[in-house]
């Protein structure tokens, strides 16, 4: 029942210092997004570290055919779901598309998110103009992990959600953007759709954990939208996600193997990758 979600942790919350801890002793970091509190306990019994409300809520709740409509109000609603039934996991939350347009709206936006959502660190898309709001969330002591790679979000300016950093000047780039994002102060690095190898060289050279969705094995942690690894999206599995829950009894069971396999190295395999 609801009523019940927000049940006595059993185990200790994790921390932002928790998850560079976990970089630097090689304990795989894992991450799902939930959307409510009764998908946020599940997450949560089943031993994720980190719960995500993506603003993929907008394609997968909403059923818009991009993020982009995605509201702060709509994220703070489901921020602050999640947050009723977590209980040790570490909540993160997106910045939908132009509220972190300029570093005074982000710190608006991100005080929304933690104090009326109860985000502990906020998350954001892109480097070049937004390397000057992790700044400022950084400076006032908000945590922020940063998302390269396929940034959603651009979708429209990248043409569809393709595979990025597939060339040597693409690469370099965004190995340059991943060290400047860290500079700036971010505390966590999402990458999504990166080819592997390039994913390993950035994990290799940054001090703060990457967090990997169609980036490979080699990063720090994984991600994936719960509904993907439920195989209840609509649609075509994207490559990078596998449906857990094919073959087992619960959706508690399902993400159990999802964790299992994240911290033994078993997911993604080679056909998760780029
Ligand atoms: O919005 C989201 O769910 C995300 C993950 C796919 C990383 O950004």
């Known amino acids: ?6 049940s006595a942790p059993t ?3 994790i921390s932002v210092p928790h998850l560079h801890e976990m970089k630097s002793k090689g304990d795989k970091i894992v991450a799902l997004t939930a959307y409510d509190a009764s998908f946020a306990a599940q997450c949560d019994a089943a031993g994720v570290d ?11 709740v909403q059923g818009h055919a991009s993020t982009l409509p995605v509201s702060v ?14 209980g040790s996991a570490l ?18 936006s991100s005080g929304r998110l933690m104090a009326e959502g109860g985000a502990a660190m906020v998350k954001l898309e892109g480097a070049d103009w ?19 790679g396929l940034t959603p979000q651009s979708v429209h300016k990248l043409g569809g959600y393709r595979v990025q950093g597939k060339t040597k000047v693409a690469a370099e780039q965004l190995l340059a953007d991943a060290k400047a994002v860290v500079q700036a102060g971010a505390d966590l690095l999402v990458l999504e759709c990166v080819p592997a190898a390039l994913a390993k060289r950035i994990g ?4 703060i954990p990457t967090i990997g969705i169609g980036a490979g094995v080699d990063c720090d942690g994984q991600v994936l939208v719960i509904y993907d690894m439920l195989g209840i999206t609509p649609g ?7 449906d857990f829950l094919a073959g087992r009894g619960s959706v508690v069971e399902a993400i159990r193997a999802y964790v299992d396999a994240v911290r033994s190295g078993a997911f993604p395999a080679a056909e998760h990758a780029f």
């Open 1 to 6: 029942m609801y009523a019940n979600a927000r």
């Open 11 to 13: 185990r200790s919350a």
């Open 50 to 60: 980190v719960v995500l409300v993506g603003d993929s809520l907008g394609m997968v």
């Open 73 to 86: 109000d709509d994220m703070v609603y489901h921020t602050a779901a999640v947050a009723h039934g977590l």
């Open 91 to 108: 909540l993160v939350a997106d910045l939908p598309f132009m509220s972190f347009r300029d570093a005074a709206t982000a710190l608006h």
């Open 130 to 148: 937004v390397l000057d709001v992790i700044q400022a969330l950084a400076r006032h002591d908000i945590p922020v992990c940063a998302h390269l």
């Open 204 to 207: 290799a050279e940054i001090s």
């Open 236 to 242: 075509k599995r994207p490559r990078f996600s596998k």
